[in-house]
């Protein structure tokens, strides 16, 4: 972390945390990295040589003044938007984990699963664990090299970013060489694998691969549960693995711990209730799916708001810094 003192009679400080905010927008601090131990730091040297126009002190008083009004309404706005998507998961968790926990069938029989944060389920149901239906359980590696080996093409590598609730993402997708996905042959994808992520901030965050997928490899942050399916249905289980269920094993299993990690004989122990039939699973997995689907749907439509509003924010910025927004003229209060 740098300190900069700033001359009050010719800067306002705010007005130029604005511009090193526009200026890192548009990343004109990619010149001043430095990268000589694997470690990025900002050359402050260079960085603090890079040009800009500025007015004079009473016109960067106005263009504060003008944008701070303007990126209190936009998060403000952003703020609101990003609560809604939190009620909208809230409520997207609560109807997966009570289809998990009690089934479709509201006159069904209850039983004490025996198990605390799973409490009554179906008579019918059993308590079952990952180890019961995996046939294999494990995670990849990261290549000789890290990050410096990926390439613009090749075989897909999948990390934690790339795993999400709503299906794998393909936004800043790695590959790998054919060379490099033949030395990690044990964590080749599959379709309908489950991908977990067993490390870090998104623990508990699932993906199911789809049937087209094609190749793929995955790092040591994500753990593939490749399933009998013959015994369970991959797209329930991998609804159950996103539920509240799994993850109130899996924070029961962190609780008092600083690793932010599960290890493959914690997710083997992983503990739900489950249909003891295919047909049950079909049924509940499709009516879950058809109440997500119309939830999903909305919050993708306000996280395309966000973002455009972020887009905004960050230009309105950039304009005001610029002269490109005319402020000489405007009333400070």
Known sequence: MAKIE?????????????????LYAVKANLKAFNQTTGIQNLNTSVYLNEVFMYPSLNVQKNIVNFLNKKIQAIDETINKKQKMV????????SIITEAVTKGLNPNV?????????????PEHWEVKKVKHFAIHVGSGKTPSGGSEVYLDEGV????????HFDGIRLKDLAFISEETNAEMKSSQVKPLDILLNITGASIGRTAIVPKDFGRANVNQHVCIIRLNQKKIYPYYFNMLMSSDVINQHIWFLQNGSSREGLNFVQVKELTFAVPPTLNEQYEINDWTFNKQKAIFGVISTIKEQIDKLK??????IYEAVTGKIDVRDMELD
């Open 109 to 121: 029989k209850m039983k004490d699963s025996g198990v605390e944060w799973i409490g009554e389920i």
């Open 156 to 163: 897909p590598f999948l990390r934690s970013l790339n795993v």
């Open 86 to 93: 939190e009620l909208l998961e809230q409520q997207r968790q």
């Open 311 to 316: 887009e905004y924010r960050k230009s309105l």
């Open 6 to 22: 700033l001359n009050s009679q010719k800067v306002d400080s705010t007005f130029i945390n604005y511009v090193f905010s526009s």
